[in-house]
């Protein structure tokens, strides 16, 4: 795992459609949209916010959490909404000495259902792969998640197994979580 390609300088990634960049203070109004939508968070651990400021002071924490290596928040882009935030995906607990990584993602409503997320996953799982190194990319998804299933299915993820009440997610208790992996062996590139 070559770390230092995701946290040196912050990684710009892209494809005909979309731009996966930092997220900052500009983009409040866009992020407040997402993170204040109780649908968006339905079959996700993460608490609604509905308080701007606190949404706002998120910000900055996704750039900590960079700094310290931790995770890596991209903003998802729309490239024909110049500059529009449509969704956030992530890229973390990285596991130098497995060579692995766990990813999520999360769109405001208004873009679901038109292959945006597909895109997403694409173009970070060949950062990842390609440029990071990374031997083993998964995500964890509640069982009655069939969109973001179907996302991962698409991008060349298999479904490993189901964990039985294996987590507590904010928000939701104890839930059971679907895990879905994609190995470098695996990975068919485009």
């Not at 204040?36 to 079959?43: G, L, P, S, W």
């Not at 449509?86 to 993602?105: C, L, P, R, S």
């Not at 060349?156 to 208790?173: M, V």
């Not at 839930?175 to 190995?183: A, F, K, P, S, T």
Request: glycine share 8%; hydrophobic share 45%.
């Amino acid at each position: 795992m070559n770390i230092e390609k995701v946290f040196a300088d912050f990684p710009l990634l892209s494809s005909e459609n979309i731009v996966l960049k930092k997220i900052e203070g500009a983009h409040l109004p866009e992020v407040f949209a997402i993170y204040d939508n109780e649908k968006v968070f339905e079959y996700c651990g993460i608490i609604p916010k509905h308080n701007i400021q606190t949404v706002g002071k998120m910000i900055g924490h996704f750039d900590r959490d960079f700094q310290k290596k931790n995770r890596v928040k991209w903003g998802i882009f729309q490239k024909s909404h110049s500059d529009k935030l449509v969704g956030i995906i992530e890229a973390m607990d990285f596991n130098q000495k497995v060579n692995m990584v766990t990813i999520g993602y999360f769109f405001a409503e208004d873009y679901w259902g038109n292959g945006l997320a597909t895109d997403a996953v694409n173009i970070l799982v060949k950062f990842l792969i390609e440029e990071v190194n990374i031997n083993r990319i998964q995500a964890e998804v509640m069982p009655l998640n069939e969109a973001s299933k179907k996302v991962l299915l698409k991008n060349g993820f298999f479904k490993e197994g189901l964990l039985r009440q294996a987590t507590l997610w904010s928000g939701k208790g104890v839930v059971d979580l679907e895990i879905y992996g994609l190995l470098k062996e695996e990975y068919k590139g485009n």
